[in-house]
């Protein structure tokens, strides 16, 4: 009997699992096909054949038949397809990613406007990046082999590289890509690069692209040498901002005793220079701020705290009397390189009486005196020792030249050492910071102690940033370091985008733009305080098209007047070999037509070479165009008579050494095209509108244009009997 139990027990046992187990198979069976997946697909198939029916039916109404076999073919096709993983494959790079299985319409274009997960990827990027030869997640983050939205977004505890927000997306592009300049699509990281840079952060923080820069800011060994009044400095290192508004000089978090024995370090560090007494007794502080003006001071520099200066590293100068002893500025303004090596401020070409009169007018400029005057701290019993400690703590020698620190090791975490970082190595500190790595950054740079704590103190300064360059550099710091790729898929940067990089660099550090137009929709800062377009220095629009190089290698190392009649001058930017290079070659990117600013420039024939006909006529041309009117080939007799000043243009023998033959031509055919709106050269050739003017325009500006390249005396007047009336039109009294 008790057998029978026994083996009744054992029976109801195994019937019970096996009811169980095939329970738990549907169960699973039925989650499986309950799958987010699953659903997606099929939703998926139901959207595409719906399109496809509905351009079946356009189609076979008046359409083109074999539009219409297309469709009727994908939908027999999509007929026969069921629910199934789709994945993407990537061994090289150790990548398996499932996104297609539920992203199924991501290159697909029929699917641009449909809603999420079916939308087609936006933009042109699959074309240089398709999802079968690179994947999604090396450019999205999130976990590939997820099969449910939480796993596949990476959303997991666990997961290292969750989903990158849609705002963030570009921080990844330089883990493939060696640099953002010029690249498409990568405008927001872009513009992270270029806060990085106008900022500084290099200065602190290692980063690609962005070795071996010279210091920005000041020397330490120069304050006392230029300094009127310590408390100037005092009053700097508490509130740089409210001292001068949008510098680029961070806020410190310093107490009273630490502002006493930093100002008191600083100004203990001697140069050894002499400054002779300024003579000022004749100087004229009212032509100091004439001359402010027209030698281009204010093209960088601002004389009042409501005008900001060009950019944040170019001081404002409204209390220059309040901080600067005059001898020091008079000397200062002979060779600002003699005080700092490294300084963008070049040397300016002007005599001893217009250094007088600017440093005349400078010290009368008095902003802050309320400020510096009210100070109450001193340096007297402050602690140069302590002062020198707080400098290498603080990390100050990474903007300025520290002698005794010169060799200091780079005082911030490199980009890189973020870019690698693991959520849980990041310190939040007792913070509500969402936890998420972009927000960590993003909240970082807003507010550098929003992490500080007692156990962890934070020396980093407070940066004043201006709308969106939070999001640009948190995008720049988010995944910036190269990925563990095989070769295949990193790009080197190409010559032209390592070239415009550096040129541009080198173009903002030296403040190019706020003398020169160099892109047509921006006016250089100069242009709002000198009304005359002939008064400003000229626009660089297409300049790689225009100069020779050569010619523009020999200006930039050693400008010299181009209209000596005007007072502005290029100043003498003591350019390096490479630097010059890097100009020359940066204009030939930004050409508006490539072909035309090919270096090196093939010199076009000598006159030797030329039929002495061709010279004749294009002589002829000039002389009767009246184009020594507005261009003086020789000052020695003086300007022209009855001419403006304004009407003047650079003389036209420079020509055959300064400009490229097609740039000439191309000039005659359309000034205001080569030379900007406004322009005073008139339409000789054709009109506005491209209609010729004179019979044979095009042979007219070839010869024209082939004179210039020989002229070598001023062109004579033929007599009167072989001139043309009907093709001389007198160009000055023209409207235009």
């Not at 710091?477 to 070239?499: C, G, H, M, V």
């Not at 890097?582 to 037509?593: G, K, Q, V």
Request: glycine share 6%; charged share 25%; proline share 7%.
């Amino acid at each position: 009997m008790s057998l029978i139990r026994a083996k009744t027990a054992h029976r109801m046992v195994f019937s019970a699992t096996v009811i169980i187990f095939a329970v738990l198979c549907y169960l699973a069976f039925r989650k499986e096909r309950e799958r987010d997946w699953i659903s997606y697909q099929r939703e998926f198939l139901g959207l595409y054949k719906k399109i496809l029916t509905e351009k079946i039916h356009t189609k076979g109404e008046g359409g083109n038949p074999a539009d219409k076999g297309k469709w009727e073919k994908q939908l027999r096709e999509l007929n026969a397809e069921r629910p199934h993983l789709r994945q993407v494959f990537l061994p090289d790079a150790n990548t398996r990613d499932l996104c297609t299985t539920c992203h199924t319409g991501i290159d697909n274009p029929l699917f641009v406007n449909a809603p999420e997960p079916f939308k087609a990827h936006p933009g042109k990027i699959l074309e240089q990046h398709p999802a079968e030869k690179f994947g999604c997640t090396i450019c999205h983050n999130g976990q590939g082999v997820g099969t449910t939205t939480q796993a596949a977004h990476g959303l997991e505890k666990t997961w290292f590289n969750p989903l990158i927000p849609d705002e963030y997306l570009q921080s990844t592009c330089l883990g493939c890509h060696e640099t953002s300049y010029g690249l498409e699509g990568a405008e927001h990281i872009e513009a992270g690069r270029l806060a990085f840079s106008k900022y500084g952060c290099y200065a602190c923080h290692n980063a690609r692209s962005f070795e071996n820069l010279p210091k920005f800011a000041p020397p330490f060994d120069g304050f006392k040498d230029k300094l009127a009044d310590e408390r100037w400095m005092l009053s700097w290192l508490r509130t740089p901002e409210k001292m001068r508004p949008k510098t680029i000089m961070p806020t410190f978090k310093l107490t009273d005793e630490e502002l006493r024995d930093l100002t008191a370090f600083a100004l203990s560090l001697d140069t050894a220079k002499e400054y002779p007494k300024a003579d000022l007794s004749g100087a004229s502080a009212k032509q100091g701020e004439t001359l402010f003006t027209e030698l281009g001071c204010r093209a960088c520099h601002s004389a009042s705290r409501e005008e900001d200066s060009q950019t944040r590293r170019i001081p404002n100068l409204a209390d220059a009397g309040v901080k600067l002893r005059a001898d020091w500025v008079f000397e200062y303004l002979k060779d600002p390189k003699a005080y700092n090596p490294d300084t963008p401020m070049p040397k300016l070409d002007i005599t001893e009486a217009d250094r007088a009169n600017l440093t005349a007018y400078l010290v009368t400029l008095k902003d802050n005196r309320a400020i510096v005057t009210s100070e109450k701290l001193t340096t007297k019993g402050s602690s140069k020792q302590n002062g020198e400690k707080l400098v290498q703590l603080l990390g100050c020698y990474g903007c300025h030249v520290v002698k005794s620190l010169e060799h200091a090791p780079i005082p911030g975490v490199a980009v890189t050492e973020v870019a690698k970082k693991a959520l849980d190595e990041l310190p939040f500190g007792n913070s509500t910071v969402p936890y998420t790595k972009w927000d960590w950054i993003y909240n970082k740079i807003k507010d550098t102690m929003i992490y500080e704590t007692v156990d962890m103190p934070l020396k980093m300064p407070q940066y004043q940033h201006e709308e969106g360059e939070l999001e640009s550099l948190t995008i720049f710091y988010l995944y910036n370091d190269r990925f563990p790729l095989p070769e295949k898929y990193i790009l080197a940067a190409t010559p032209s985008q390592e070239q415009g990089r550096k040129g541009e660099w080198l173009v903002t550090d030296r403040n190019c733009r706020g003398c020169h137009m160099f892109e047509e929709t921006t006016k250089p800062r100069i242009d709002q305080f000198i009304g005359l377009k002939t008064y400003v220095p000229p626009r660089l629009v297409g300049e790689g098209d225009k100069v020779q190089p050569q010619w523009a290698f020999q200006y930039l190392s050693k400008p010299v007047p181009m209209r000596p009649w005007l007072k502005m001058r290029m100043p003498t930017y003591s350019f390096t070999y490479e630097e010059v290079q890097r100009l020359i070659d940066y204009f030939s990117i930004l050409a508006m037509s490539p072909a035309d600013a090919r270096v090196p420039y093939v010199l076009l024939p000598q006159k030797e070479e030329m039929p002495e006909i061709d010279i004749q006529m294009g002589e002829y041309r000039i002389v009767a165009d009246k184009c020594m009117q507005c261009h003086p080939i020789s000052l020695e007799a003086g300007l022209p008579e009855d001419v403006k000043l304004e009407d003047l243009s650079i003389n036209l023998m420079l020509a055959k050494s300064r400009l490229r033959f097609e740039w000439m031509k191309n000039f005659m055919r359309n000034p205001d095209k080569y030379a900007g709106a406004g322009t005073k050269m008139p339409y000789v050739f054709y009109t506005p509108e491209g209609a010729p003017r004179v019979s044979d325009a095009e042979m007219w500006i070839d010869l024209v244009a082939k004179f210039m390249l020989v002229m070598d005396k001023i062109p004579e007047k033929p007599p009167e009997a072989e001139t043309k009336p009907e093709d001389i039109v007198d160009w000055s009294e023209a409207e235009y």
